[in-house]
C-alpha cells in the first residue's frame, strides 16, 4: 500500500459508506467463525474460507486483467506471508472461538498494531520507536492485561481461547513487518499479491488440514447456516472487502481508510451480542478501549493528522485483515 497522498477534505459521502461497510463486514467476521466451528473443525474452516477466498479474488483479477505474481522470489516469501498471515491466525481464531466469545475474539484482533511495532523495530528494522509510541505500547499492553483479567487468575479453557486469540494476533504482528520488508516493493498490484498468498495458503491448508484433522467433510453435509459462513469469511471478508478497502484509500486516502481498526470491534461486540445473545465482563469492554487508545497513540491518530501506511488492523496489504 502506498503512502496517504489523498487531499484530507475529500466528501464525507464519497467514502463513508464504503468505510461502514468494511466495519460492519470485518467486524461480523467472527460472528461467521463462531457460526462455522459450531460444525467444522477450525482447520477445515479455515481451508473453505481461504479457498473460498482465493478464488474470489482470481476472479476480480480476471475481470481487471492483472496477473498473478511472476518471481520465484515472490513466491518464495508468500509462502512465510501465507503461513503468518492467513493459515496460522486464521486457524488460531476459530480454536479460539471454540472456547471464547465471538465478541471477544474481535477485541483481540484489535492488539494486531500493538503487536506489530516492536516486531518491526527489532526484527525487520522497518520502524524506529520513538516516545510517543512506546507510551502508546505500554497503554496498549496495560489494556491486554485488563480484557485478560489478569487479577481473577490464570486457567481454564476461557483464558486458553483468549490466548490463541492474542496468539492469532501476533501471527499477523509477524506476517506484516516480513512482507513489508520482502514483498511491499514489488511492483505487483495488492490484489494480485492478495490472491497469490491465498493461494499459497489454500495448498498450506490443503497438506496440513487432512493429516490435523482428518478429510474435509463434503460441503453439501454441512447445514445452511455453516456453508453461508463460509461464503461470507471467503467472498466478502476477503474478496468484496478487499475491494472497499482499496477504495477507500483512494478516494479518502490511507490515514483515514486506516480508522476502520477502530470499527471493527465495535461491530465484532454488536454482532456478538444481537445475534448471539453474548455477553462480556466489564473488564473486557473496558481493556478494549484502553487497548484502542494506546494504538491511537502509537500511530498517531491523536493530535495532528499526519500520512500513513494503512495499519495491520485495516488492511494487511497482501490481504484484508485476516478476519
Known amino acids: 500500500m502506498t503512502a496517504d497522498t489523498t487531499p484530507d477534505r475529500a466528501p464525507l459521502r464519497s467514502w463513508l459508506p464504503g468505510f461502514l461497510a468494511l466495519g460492519v463486514i470485518w467486524g461480523s467476521s467472527f460472528l461467521f467463525i463462531k457460526v462455522g466451528v459450531a460444525e467444522l473443525h477450525p482447520l477445515h474452516l479455515t481451508l473453505y474460507r481461504v479457498a473460498t477466498g482465493a478464488v474470489t479474488l482470481l476472479v476480480v483479477l480476471a475481470v481487471l486483467r492483472d496477473r498473478l505474481p511472476r518471481e520465484p522470489r515472490v513466491w518464495a516469501h508468500l509462502v512465510v506471508v501465507a503461513a503468518f498471515g492467513v493459515a496460522l491466525p486464521f486457524t488460531l481464531f476459530g480454536f479460539g472461538e471454540q472456547r471464547v466469545e465471538s465478541m471477544l475474539a474481535g477485541i483481540w484482533n484489535a492488539t494486531t498494531p500493538l503487536i506489530v511495532l516492536p516486531l518491526a523495530v527489532l526484527v525487520f528494522r522497518t520502524e524506529r520507536l520513538t516516545v510517543r509510541r512506546a507510551i502508546g505500547l505500554g497503554l496498549g499492553f496495560a489494556g491486554v492485561l485488563v480484557v485478560l483479567g489478569v487479577w481473577e487468575g490464570v486457567g481454564g479453557s476461557h483464558f486458553t481461547g483468549q490466548l490463541m486469540c492474542l496468539g492469532a494476533a501476533a ?19 495488492g490484489l494480485s499479491l492478495s490472491a ?21 467433510p463434503v460441503p453439501t453435509g454441512l447445514s445452511a447456516k455453516v456453508v453461508a459462513s463460509v461464503l461470507a469469511l471467503g467472498a466478502l471478508g476477503t474478496g468484496l472487502a478487499f475491494v472497499i478497502n482499496l477504495r477507500n484509500i483512494r478516494v479518502a486516502g490511507a490515514s483515514t481508510a486506516s480508522t476502520v481498526t477502530y470499527l471493527i470491534p465495535v461491530f465484532a461486540v454488536l454482532v456478538g451480542a444481537v445475534v ?26 491523536l493530535g495532528r493528522r499526519r500520512a500513513a501506511s494503512v495499519p495491520a488492523a485495516a488492511t494487511r496489504p497482501a490481504v484484508p485483515a485476516g478476519r
Open 171 to 189: 501471527c499477523y504482528g509477524v506476517a506484516i513487518p516480513y512482507q513489508k520488508k520482502f514483498i511491499a516493493g514489488s511492483s505487483y498490484s
Open 196 to 216: 497469490a498468498q491465498l493461494l499459497v495458503a489454500t495448498a498450506q491448508l490443503a497438506l496440513v488440514a487432512p493429516l490435523v484433522a482428518g478429510a474435509p
Open 276 to 301: 448471539l445473545g453474548e455477553r462480556m465482563n466489564w473488564h473486557q469492554p473496558v481493556g478494549a478501549l484502553v487497548v484502542l487508545l494506546g494504538v491511537a497513540v502509537a500511530q498517531g491518530m
